[in-house]
Protein backbone atom coordinates (compact mmCIF):
# COMPACT_ATOMS: atom_id res chain seq x y z
CA UNK A 1 0.00 0.00 0.00
CA UNK A 2 1.45 2.95 -0.83
CA UNK A 3 0.23 6.27 1.38
CA UNK A 4 1.22 8.62 -1.68
CA UNK A 5 -1.37 6.69 -4.25
CA UNK A 6 -4.99 9.01 -3.84
CA UNK A 7 -7.28 5.56 -3.34
CA UNK A 8 -5.32 4.95 -0.12
CA UNK A 9 -5.67 8.72 0.83
CA UNK A 10 -9.60 8.50 0.52
CA UNK A 11 -9.48 5.33 2.62
CA UNK A 12 -7.80 6.89 5.08
CA UNK A 13 -9.60 10.05 5.15
CA UNK A 14 -12.95 8.17 5.78
CA UNK A 15 -11.98 5.90 8.25
CA UNK A 16 -10.21 9.09 10.10
CA UNK A 17 -13.43 10.96 9.39
CA UNK A 18 -15.89 7.72 10.89
CA UNK A 19 -13.53 7.36 13.74
CA UNK A 20 -13.57 11.08 14.60
CA UNK A 21 -17.37 11.74 14.53
CA UNK A 22 -17.69 8.69 16.41
CA UNK A 23 -14.87 10.02 19.23
CA UNK A 24 -16.05 13.00 19.07
CA UNK A 25 -20.21 12.49 19.44
CA UNK A 26 -18.90 10.32 22.04
CA UNK A 27 -17.06 12.67 24.39
CA UNK A 28 -19.84 15.17 23.18
CA UNK A 29 -22.66 13.00 24.49
CA UNK A 30 -20.16 12.30 27.61
CA UNK A 31 -20.15 8.47 27.00
CA UNK A 32 -16.87 8.29 26.48
CA UNK A 33 -14.64 9.48 29.31
CA UNK A 34 -12.38 12.00 27.30
CA UNK A 35 -13.05 16.19 28.29
CA UNK A 36 -14.55 17.98 25.82
CA UNK A 37 -11.65 20.49 25.57
CA UNK A 38 -7.81 20.43 26.23
CA UNK A 39 -7.03 21.52 29.62
CA UNK A 40 -3.72 23.05 28.91
CA UNK A 41 -1.62 25.44 31.61
CA UNK A 42 -0.65 28.97 30.80
CA UNK A 43 2.66 27.85 29.73
CA UNK A 44 1.24 25.03 27.67
CA UNK A 45 -0.67 27.14 25.61
CA UNK A 46 2.04 29.31 24.38
CA UNK A 47 3.62 26.31 23.44
CA UNK A 48 0.91 25.35 21.43
CA UNK A 49 0.69 28.97 19.97
CA UNK A 50 3.89 28.83 18.65
CA UNK A 51 4.47 24.85 17.90
CA UNK A 52 1.34 25.72 15.65
CA UNK A 53 3.30 28.96 14.30
CA UNK A 54 6.07 25.97 13.64
CA UNK A 55 3.63 23.78 12.08
CA UNK A 56 2.68 25.94 9.53
CA UNK A 57 5.96 27.30 8.66
CA UNK A 58 7.77 23.62 8.50
CA UNK A 59 4.78 21.55 7.91
CA UNK A 60 2.75 23.43 5.31
CA UNK A 61 4.89 26.37 3.70
CA UNK A 62 8.13 24.13 3.37
CA UNK A 63 6.42 21.76 1.40
CA UNK A 64 4.31 23.89 -0.99
CA UNK A 65 7.84 25.76 -1.78
CA UNK A 66 9.10 22.18 -2.77
CA UNK A 67 5.80 21.46 -4.83
CA UNK A 68 6.87 24.42 -6.63
CA UNK A 69 9.89 23.56 -7.18
CA UNK A 70 9.32 19.82 -8.01
CA UNK A 71 6.66 20.99 -10.51
CA UNK A 72 7.81 19.29 -13.85
CA UNK A 73 9.09 16.30 -12.12
CA UNK A 74 6.44 13.49 -11.96
CA UNK A 75 7.03 11.64 -8.27
CA UNK A 76 8.31 14.30 -6.24
CA UNK A 77 5.11 16.26 -7.80
CA UNK A 78 2.77 13.62 -6.45
CA UNK A 79 4.16 13.13 -3.64
CA UNK A 80 3.83 16.70 -2.23
CA UNK A 81 0.40 16.96 -3.99
CA UNK A 82 -0.64 14.19 -1.98
CA UNK A 83 1.04 15.10 1.60
CA UNK A 84 -1.02 18.67 0.92
CA UNK A 85 -4.13 16.89 0.58
CA UNK A 86 -4.29 15.29 3.44
CA UNK A 87 -2.59 18.43 5.36
CA UNK A 88 -5.65 20.78 4.78
CA UNK A 89 -7.87 17.65 4.64
CA UNK A 90 -6.61 17.29 8.68
CA UNK A 91 -7.62 21.00 9.02
CA UNK A 92 -10.71 21.06 7.68
CA UNK A 93 -11.30 18.48 9.67
CA UNK A 94 -9.95 19.87 12.96
CA UNK A 95 -12.03 22.83 12.35
CA UNK A 96 -15.09 21.52 11.32
CA UNK A 97 -15.61 18.85 14.09
CA UNK A 98 -14.11 21.05 16.95
CA UNK A 99 -16.94 23.30 16.42
CA UNK A 100 -19.87 20.96 15.49
CA UNK A 101 -18.72 18.66 17.81
CA UNK A 102 -15.93 18.91 20.91
CA UNK A 103 -12.87 20.83 21.00
CA UNK A 104 -10.80 17.86 22.20
CA UNK A 105 -11.32 15.64 18.67
CA UNK A 106 -8.68 17.93 17.49
CA UNK A 107 -6.23 15.56 19.46
CA UNK A 108 -7.52 12.58 17.99
CA UNK A 109 -7.74 13.79 14.48
CA UNK A 110 -3.81 15.37 14.71
CA UNK A 111 -2.33 12.04 16.10
CA UNK A 112 -4.42 9.85 13.12
CA UNK A 113 -3.14 12.37 10.68
CA UNK A 114 0.52 12.88 12.05
CA UNK A 115 0.93 9.22 11.72
CA UNK A 116 -0.07 9.37 8.45
CA UNK A 117 2.04 11.77 7.27
CA UNK A 118 5.05 10.45 9.01
CA UNK A 119 4.18 7.55 6.82
CA UNK A 120 3.28 9.40 3.73
CA UNK A 121 6.93 11.24 4.23
CA UNK A 122 9.10 8.20 4.78
CA UNK A 123 7.42 6.79 1.26
CA UNK A 124 8.33 10.08 -0.20
CA UNK A 125 11.80 9.83 0.80
CA UNK A 126 12.27 6.59 -0.68
CA UNK A 127 10.31 7.62 -3.74
CA UNK A 128 12.93 9.43 -5.88
CA UNK A 129 16.36 11.19 -5.12
CA UNK A 130 16.71 14.97 -4.23
CA UNK A 131 19.40 17.15 -4.15
CA UNK A 132 21.34 17.43 -0.59
CA UNK A 133 19.78 21.15 0.05
CA UNK A 134 15.69 19.76 -0.64
CA UNK A 135 16.86 16.15 1.05
CA UNK A 136 18.05 17.69 3.95
CA UNK A 137 14.45 20.43 4.39
CA UNK A 138 12.54 16.69 3.79
CA UNK A 139 13.96 15.25 6.45
CA UNK A 140 13.45 18.24 8.53
CA UNK A 141 9.83 17.91 7.52
CA UNK A 142 9.78 14.63 8.99
CA UNK A 143 11.54 14.37 11.76
CA UNK A 144 9.17 17.81 12.78
CA UNK A 145 6.19 15.38 12.31
CA UNK A 146 7.80 12.89 14.37
CA UNK A 147 8.38 15.26 17.27
CA UNK A 148 4.77 16.53 16.86
CA UNK A 149 3.67 12.87 17.69
CA UNK A 150 5.62 12.69 20.80
CA UNK A 151 3.78 16.04 21.42
CA UNK A 152 0.65 14.92 21.14
CA UNK A 153 1.11 11.94 23.14
CA UNK A 154 3.00 13.66 26.00
CA UNK A 155 0.94 16.90 26.31
CA UNK A 156 -2.45 16.49 24.24
CA UNK A 157 -3.61 13.06 25.20
CA UNK A 158 -2.86 13.72 28.82
CA UNK A 159 -5.10 17.18 28.79
CA UNK A 160 -7.87 15.55 27.43
CA UNK A 161 -7.64 12.83 29.97
CA UNK A 162 -9.75 12.72 33.04
CA UNK A 163 -8.31 13.10 36.36
CA UNK A 164 -8.02 10.03 38.38
Known amino acids: MNPNHLLTIFLFIVGTTLL ?3 VGW ?5 ALPLKPVMAYS ?3 LQFIKIWVNVALLIGVILPSVMLIVFWRQPIPSQFFICYLIVVF ?13 CKS ?16 LWSGLHATTYSQ ?5 LWLVLIF ?8 LTMAFPSI ?3 S
Open 161 to 163: FPE
Open 89 to 101: VQLASEIVFSRWL
Open 26 to 30: LVKKA
Open 42 to 44: EIQ
Open 105 to 120: VVVIIGTLYTGFRIWQ
Open 145 to 152: WVMNIIML
Open 133 to 137: PWLSL
Open 20 to 22: SLE
